[in-house]
Structure formats: structure tokens, C-alpha cells
């Protein structure tokens, strides 16, 4: 569970690890733009499961350099910590 700072809200923060064919079916007719934002995807990316790749370098950019709320900040932070658990099959 993680408390955003500035609003004091308190939000479950949760990873999941899914194949990237699941992805496509659930959430392949995902809009990339709508009122809250743009999604974010790999430069020359096809579908939305071909996102950001889930590297350190990645990981330190979106939390250095680009604009995140504190829990996805977090969430993302842990998930990097512990990607080896994660992952693991």
C-alpha cells in the first residue's frame, strides 16, 4: 500500500506479469490517447503490449526524468527491486 504525499491518498499498488499475447486480447483496442493522457510505448511499437521495455535504463529515466505520480513512482521502483521474483517462472 502506498500514500501519495501530496494528496494523502492511499492507493494498493500492484505488478502483474502477464504474456504478451494475454495483453493483446484483453487490452489490444486500448485507446492511445483519451482525457487523461497518452500512452506511453516503445518508439516504433505496433500495439500497446510492445510498451516501454522493462530495463534500468528505462526504469531509471521514468523515474528521473519524467513526470509520475508518487505511487506509480513506487510501484515501478519496487517492481525493479524485486524484478527477479517477478519474473521468475
Known amino acids: 500500500?502506498?500514500?501519495d504525499t501530496?494528496?494523502?491518498t492511499a492507493t494498493i499498488l500492484t505488478v502483474v506479469v502477464m504474456?504478451?499475447?494475454v495483453f493483446?486480447?484483453?487490452f489490444g483496442e486500448t485507446v492511445r490517447i483519451n482525457t487523461e493522457g497518452v500512452l506511453v510505448t516503445a518508439a516504433d511499437s505496433n500495439s500497446v503490449s510492445e510498451?516501454?521495455?522493462f530495463t534500468e535504463e528505462t526504469v531509471q529515466r521514468l523515474l528521473t526524468s519524467e513526470p509520475m505520480a508518487?505511487?506509480?513512482a513506487c510501484i515501478l521502483a519496487r517492481a525493479w527491486q524485486y524484478?527477479?521474483?517477478i519474473?521468475?517462472?
Open 51 to 53: 510498451g516501454l521495455p
Open 70 to 72: 508518487s505511487p506509480g
Open 83 to 85: 524484478r527477479d521474483q
Open 87 to 89: 519474473l521468475a517462472r
Open 19 to 21: 504474456d504478451d499475447n
Open 6 to 8: 501530496l494528496t494523502l
Open 1 to 3: 500500500m502506498g500514500l
Open 24 to 26: 493483446d486480447e484483453l
